[in-house]
């Protein structure tokens, strides 16, 4: 499958390229809509280089493809996040994972 996109909320700001610096805000779920992690709720955006394999595949292929400003929903499949070995203790095996994303600013 890969990663699948439904815009949330229309961005006007700029599309960022590979290799540049971005800042987003998420909330990740599991399918059944269990929270494992949420950038919201520590209060401060993630920031990394996008399209390098700083993150999993599925952020980095979704974020390219957003604007500045734009909310949107990420399905990844597990090819496109953690695969076969899951992370941390949260995210099971060969899971499929539920981003709401916001870019919020290129750096």
Known sequence: MG???KILQEGTGPQPTKGQGVAAHYTGTLMDGTK?????????PLEFTVGVG???K??????????VGERAELI????????????G?????????KFDVELVAIK
């Open 54 to 56: 700083q993150v999993i």
């Open 76 to 87: 990844c499949s597990p090819d496109y996040a953690y695969g076969a070995a899951g992370a």
């Open 58 to 67: 599925g952020w980095d292929e979704g974020i390219l493809s957003m604007k």
């Open 89 to 97: 203790g949260v995210i099971p095996p060969n899971a499929t994972l």
């Open 36 to 44: 494992f992690d949420s950038s919201r709720d520590r209060g401060k």
């Open 3 to 5: 990663v699948e996109k």
